[in-house]
Each structure stands twice: as C-alpha cells, then as structure tokens.
C-alpha cells in the first residue's frame, strides 16, 4: 500500500522540513507485523513528493491474530494490500512531527497552507465513492476516485470496494495528516487492534478544529470507535460541548461559542454569589472563566459524560493547583433530569447550550429540576437563536447541530421564558448573544432567571 504527498507550492522543497525527512534518503520505521519505508520519488523547488510504502508481513499477521476471525480468513484477506488502520499508524509514527504541528528548523511553516495532492493506493471504501465524498468534500478537498474491478478478466463479476483515490486541496500539512489519520480507517471501518477509552482520546485530539462540524461526524465517530456505543456517545457528547454550530463569525478570532461562555461569566460576575453550578458543563471551559472571579468560593460542575470530565480536569490542570484554589472547584457525574441533592444550596446556575439537546418533552423533567427543586437564587440560561440559521441554510428544519432536538425563534424563546415565570418563582430578563442584524437577531440568546 502506497500513500504519496505532493507540495507544488513554491519552493516545494518545503515539504522536506516539515515531514522531518531528508529527500536524499530512504527512512523505515517499524509498525506493528511491518515496516513503513519513507523516500522521495521527485523533487524540485517546483514540486515536492514523499511517499510512504508500508511492507506488511502476512505471517506477522497470522501469528498475532486474535484467533476469532475464520480460519482462512486469516490467510487470505486484503490487509496486507490496502491502506488501512495499518496506514494511519504508519503515519503517526512517520509524520509523527507534522501531524503534531511541530518544526524546529520551519516553524512558520507549520500554519502555511500548502498546495498539497495526496495519492492512495489502494484504498479500500466500505459504502463506495459517497462515502468518499462524505468524508473529504465537506473539508474542501477535490477528489478523484478509481475503482478497480474484483476481477479485469471477469468483468461480469462487477467492481470491488477498492478505489485509487487523489486528493487535492490548499491546507496545511498537519490538517492533511490529520484527516488522513481519521478517516483512513473510518473508510475501511476496520482496524487491526482493540479500541478502548485511548482511541476517544486519540480522536478528540485528531479531530480538534474540523470534527466538531463536520456534517459527517456521526459516522466518523462511530466508525473510528468500531461501532462501540458507549465509547461513541462519550465522544459526540463531549463535541457537543465543544463546538455548536457551524456559524461563520465576522469576528473570526472569536467563537460564537466564546462570546456565549464570556457573556454568561460576566452576568455572573455582577451578582452577589459565591458558589456557581454548571450544569452540563463539558470540557470544563465556562468553569475555567470562573476561576478568575475570586468572589467565587465554590465552583461545581455537573455532566453527564465521564470523558467530559475527564478533559474538564486535564484542561482546569487539578493535579497542579494548590489546595486552597483545588477546594473551590468540584466535578460531578449526573443528570439533570433527577434529583440530586448534590445540586442543591448554590447561588447561581449556568446552563450554556444544554436545553436544546433535550426531547422537547423531557424538558418538563428538567425545568422542574432546575427552578422547582435545585432553585438557585439565579439561572444563567444559553440557547441557539433559530431564526439566526437562515445566515447559513436555506433548509428551515435543517438545525446547527446533528444533536439538536429542537432550536427555538427569540418568540419561542420568550413564550418558553414566560411559563417559568408563571409556573415557577421567577422573573427573567432576555439578552442577545453576539452580534444581532435586523429581522433575525443574535445568534444565541441569553435568559437570567431571579427567583422572586
């Protein structure tokens, strides 16, 4: 299996510094039952190609299978001949620099777009040349695909599942590898070890900055983890913290979802509170904001992914703090739809981007949670501005998020903020989040919740 990367942006040379491969030798690394050869087919100022050809030994293979495939499956398969879960490894361990952006001798290259076309031979395409186009012409790439026949002497015996495939577009080279890394095997749907809690990592930190809105991230997700559900919710939910909606921003060094996070931090930074509860709280980065208000003496977040938290704790660096500022913060596992009394005796809740991930009629479940039994002093409540959607779609039932159940018009909004005053104890004030134009307002909009 053969994977060539060309650079023709001018001097194309710079592809050399950046892949970490000297053009005028030939480099091996050692991948699991092979070895993965990196050389230079042509190079000029004009154009740059490296290639890297992975040499699997099929015995290699048999020996170290599971033994649960059937027996003479493991002697006569295609793994040894189409780029695979074998392929992606071959260039974390190659590329392993440029997938991770680093360049010691070219830093400045790192975050150069490139004009970069990518050759594989051959890969193998569970679901053809739509799932092809699923995967790559959303990120911007111009493809090509050749399918090969199960047999040229047979044509009567009709195409197999296996293309040549030419990718073309103008990235950077870490984003390429990064795409190639992920859904190589997601086009496969194969991979040749046992996915765990590791791979979920692997495919947040691969998949940071394009994953999160990708129209096809269901699929990529669930293929990558093998189709593991629970793995594959714990990812999706902890995207769905990440990032909301696929909204093109007129300021673009700021997100959207930003300017929601920093807009609820400084609503709550003019209360009189000093214990907050973030309720669906991801990845730990409203609580993050929070710490800088030392008027905060307790800081709780609650959600319902485990790995969720889990990067909530990397990214709030918890192992590293001093007692004194560790004792301000706690993370719980829950729901919000039951009681907890967990949740009780806080100052304020946020809850940032959260009701629309919930069927309409579970929402009964949850606003009785929040304002009825937890009944904080005031709630901080974020959600998706529908009318704002025509920026970006014609289709009106077409939503931001795949895991949306429902958006909601600024009226929507207002009739919905209007019967938790009348059923509950309090009064509320509505505010635009991000910039607003005429007839369709903000982007998101912001509710504040005082109980009377």
Not at 9 to 33: C, E, G, M, W
Not at 268 to 294: F, H, Q
Not at 309 to 320: F, P, S, T, V
Not at 351 to 366: F, P, T
């Amino acid at each position: 299996m053969l994977l060539t990367i060309t650079n023709s942006r001018y001097p194309a040379t710079d592809l050399s510094f950046l892949l970490h491969k000297h053009p005028a030798k030939v480099q091996s690394v050692d991948i699991v039952n092979g070895k993965a050869h990196v050389f230079y087919p042509e190079v000029s100022e004009e154009k740059c190609t490296c290639a890297i050809l992975l040499d699997m030994d099929p015995v290699g293979l048999v020996r170290n299978s599971d033994g649960n495939a059937f027996a003479l499956d493991q002697y006569v398969n295609d793994r040894p001949y189409v780029a695979s879960s074998f392929m992606a490894s071959a260039i974390s361990k190659g590329f392993s620099s440029a997938l991770n952006g680093n360049c010691k001798a070219r830093p400045e290259l790192v975050d150069t777009p490139l004009q970069l076309e990518v050759q594989l031979s051959v890969l193998s395409i569970r679901g053809g040349e739509p799932v092809l186009q699923q995967l790559f012409e959303p990120l911007g790439y111009h493809l090509t695909a050749t399918r090969h026949p199960l047999d040229p002497h047979f044509p009567e015996w009709g195409n197999s599942r296996y293309f040549t495939v030419t990718l073309k577009h103008t990235i950077t080279l870490q984003a390429l590898l990064a795409h190639l890394y992920v859904l190589i095997p997601v086009m496969d749907n194969e991979k040749h070890y046992w996915v765990n809690e590791d791979e979920v990592t692997k495919l947040m930190n691969k998949g940071k900055g394009w994953l999160e809105q990708h129209p096809a991230r269901e699929l990529i997700v669930r293929r990558y983890l093998r189709n593991q559900h629970k793995l594959s919710n714990e990812a999706l939910a902890a995207m769905t913290i990440l990032e909301d909606a696929p909204v093109v921003e007129k300021e673009p060094t700021q997100r959207l979802h930003d300017v929601r996070l920093q807009a609820v931090s400084d609503e709550i930074a003019r209360l009189p509170a000093t214990s907050v509860i973030d309720l669906g709280c991801g990845e730990g980065r409203l609580i993050k904001l929070l710490l800088e208000n030392k008027q905060l003496q307790r800081i709780t977040g609650m959600d319902v992914s485990a790995y969720s938290l889990e990067i909530a704790k990397r990214r709030l660096k918890l192992d590293k703090m001093t007692d004194s500022q560790r004792k301000r913060i706690n993370l719980l596992q829950g729901s919000l739809l039951y009681r907890d009394k967990r949740l009780q005796g806080y100052d304020v809740a946020a809850l940032v981007e959260v009701i629309e991930h919930l069927d309409e009629d579970r929402l009964l479940a949850l606003e009785r949670n929040v304002f009825n039994e937890i009944q904080p002093d005031t709630v901080v409540l974020t959600t998706p501005n529908k009318e704002w959607n025509i920026t970006f779609t014609a289709d009106e039932k077409e939503m931001r998020h795949s895991d949306h159940r429902f958006e909601w018009t600024r009226a929507e909004f207002s009739a919905w903020c209007e019967h938790i005053r009348e059923a509950y104890i309090y009064t509320y004030e509505i505010k635009p989040l991000g910039e607003e134009m005429e007839a369709i307002g903000a982007p998101s909009q912001m509710a504040i919740f005082t109980k009377q």
